[in-house]
């Protein structure tokens, strides 16, 4: 009798996609078998290159001969391998590349546009300055802040760098100098004539957003968006924290892996606009408090631990030069406050861009992720808690789960005995993406598949098994791209309650601390990519939203990205967003006496 060969579990980032194969089993077949299509030119003969991954963690084989011969020594190092050629051997962990990917990922990168006045922080002003002469030897310095006027203060050492060879690059003398309005210090110096850029970035731990806008007009001229390459480190953020943990050396990768993935998204946004990063002299990033601390290099241990203090929530005034982030010389950074260590700078954002310009009432707002952010806004106070829902709306730790990319699942309707499922780019389905997962527990609720607690009921013709480890046929194999069975599981239900019920408990507490009553709610505000997408009728339906009539939950998209946007080009958005951020009254659910219950109650159907 032949030895029984071994099993092993191959995690996809950043897809999110789950492979279970046998050992020996190459990395591209164990992502076909999961429908997630990695680039082979060659026909995995490895002659082309193109399937580069990383591995991040587990067992593999040894490089093979092709792989020595397609990738220098510090590739190898590095870890990067050839899927094509790269062997399973046990439980791993790959990264692939976004350039391996046959079909790129869908991210949110719209959000709810509002009326803005345009005021940014910098300006841009055209000088002719008078050149010098055997009887006028004043500095290049003096000359531009003679032609500057009343209200010229001082010339930044970064300007002065560029200044002797930009006043003599043309006969003329004449430049463009970013003058900050509140002190009148020149920030740099551009030629005449060229327009003054900003960009504004949403760092989430699972997406960026980047916006390239012109800052005299306000339009936006190009948008870019990438998986945060820190995925493989950790899918949320406690664990991110934990791998920054480990020492100096794991804390600046992770700075560096950001900031080198918003410095690609400005190289493809600029080329996009055919413009320079160079004339890039604002930016505003905003992220979740982890996120802050590790793009600036400060210390994220007391985030992991209560109290949960950070080392700062005020609001910081920085050069992008400070993070490594080459733009223009002495280009300015500003990171809005946080409120505190798991309510961050983005839900500000996500605050300055809903709550400023519109009308009073009691509204609630939902800034749903792996990390949900909650606000409840009545009679002029702000209340706000962070729920740690988990990576399951992104897809994880549900067995046919994924991100949003071609292939995944939607949308989903229970008709005439079986599921009927939406794919996004209409590609055959291979797995579960957040909006998908939630209308299949909402519709599983309304057929009776799915009992008030969770269990699924085996009476059912396409449930499998019984109800501790049952399983629900959505996509027969025939229909599905895996060409196997997709299907959801008692466990992948609970995945979906424990999540709903985080986000839900923190919901009620934040009412029963105001006195606000769920029939007393004027509007419910869902921001966040996966609230861009899912049913508000499947969100109800299953509890993660309160029992409101539908018409009275508004999706407002990527309000971090569209509140980063406002506050690069309004003065006043920056001040608001120090008064947001003073006002809100913080609720900590870890030592919410009556969490715990609420979060049972919540676990029901």
């Not at 490089?63 to 870890?79: H, K, N, S, Y």
């Not at 895996?482 to 995945?495: C, N, P, Q």
């Amino acid at each position: 009798m032949g030895r029984r060969q071994s099993s092993a579990s191959v995690t996809f980032e950043p897809v999110g996609r789950r492979a279970h194969v046998t050992a020996g089993t190459t990395a591209m077949a164990a992502a076909s078998s999961v429908g997630v299509q990695i680039v082979s030119v060659c026909g995995g003969q490895g002659s082309c290159g193109r399937c580069r991954v990383r591995l991040v963690s587990g067992a593999v084989g040894k490089p093979t001969a092709v792989e020595r011969d397609q990738l220098d020594r510090d590739e190898l190092a590095g870890g990067i391998r050839l899927a094509c050629q790269l062997a399973i051997r046990g439980d791993v962990a790959i990264d692939i590349p976004a350039g391996s990917l046959t079909a790129a990922q869908r991210l949110q990168l719209e959000g709810e546009d509002r009326a803005l006045k345009v005021d940014p922080i910098l300006i841009g002003l055209d000088l002719q300055v008078e050149p010098p002469t055997p009887h006028d030897l004043r500095s290049d310095a003096g000359r531009v802040l003679e032609a500057l006027g009343r209200g010229a203060s001082t010339i930044g050492v970064d300007a002065l760098r560029q200044l002797p060879e930009r006043l003599r690059a043309t006969d003329e003398w004449s430049l463009r100098v970013a003058v900050q309005r509140e002190t009148g210090d020149v920030i740099t110096v551009l030629p005449a004539g060229m327009a003054l850029l900003g960009l504004a970035v949403d760092l989430g731990t699972t997406k960026i957003a980047a916006y390239l806008v012109e800052l005299s007009s306000g339009r936006t001229l190009a948008r870019a968006g990438a998986m945060n390459p820190q995925i493989p480190h950790g899918e949320d953020v406690l664990n991110r924290i934990t791998y920054a943990n480990r020492g100096e050396q794991e804390r600046h990768a992770l700075q560096i892996e950001a900031v080198k993935a918003i410095s690609d998204l400005v190289d493809q946004s600029c080329a996009d606009a055919g413009v320079s990063r160079k004339q890039i002299v604002d930016c505003v990033i905003v992220g979740n408090t982890a996120m802050h601390h590790l793009l600036c290099g400060l210390p994220v241990r007391q985030l992991g631990s209560a109290p949960y203090v950070p080392a700062t929530t005020d609001a910081l005034s920085l050069t992008t030069d400070d993070i490594g982030l080459a733009l223009a010389p002495g280009a300015r950074l500003y990171l809005p406050p946080c409120i505190a260590g798991y309510v961050g700078a983005d839900h500000v954002a996500v605050l300055v861009q809903t709550v400023l310009d519109s009308a009073s009432g009691t509204r609630l707002l939902l800034d749903v992720g792996t990390n949900t952010e909650v606000s409840l806004l009545s009679d002029g106070r702000i209340w706000s808690c962070s729920t740690a829902s988990g990576p399951a709306f992104e897809g994880a730790h549900i067995s046919a789960g994924m991100r949003a990319a071609p292939g995944a699942i939607e949308h989903a309707h229970y008709l005439d005995g079986a599921f009927r499922v939406q794919t996004i780019d209409d590609q055959p389905p291979i797995g579960l993406c957040g909006s998908g997962i939630l209308d299949v527990v909402a519709e599983g609720l309304r057929a009776g598949i799915i009992g008030p607690f969770g269990a699924l009921a085996s009476s059912h013709p396409l449930v499998r098994g019984n109800n501790g480890d049952g399983a629900c046929v959505l996509v027969p194999a025939a229909d599905a791209g895996t060409h196997a069975d997709i299907v959801f599981t008692r466990a992948d239900v609970s995945e979906v309650q424990l999540a709903k019920a985080a986000i839900r408990a923190g919901t009620e507490l934040l009412l029963e601390t105001a006195g606000v009553a769920t029939g007393d709610l004027d509007e419910v505000i869902v921001a966040g990519a996966f609230g861009t997408y899912l049913d508000i009728r499947s969100a109800i339906r299953v509890g993660l939203l309160p029992m409101l009539e539908p018409d009275r939950v508004r999706q407002v998209g990527n309000a971090a990205g569209a509140g980063a946007r406002r506050l690069l080009l309004s003065r006043a958005a920056r001040a608001a967003a120090r008064e947001l951020a003073d006002a809100v009254e913080y609720v900590e659910l870890t030592t919410h006496t009556a969490f715990a219950d609420r979060f049972a109650q919540a676990i029901l159907f």
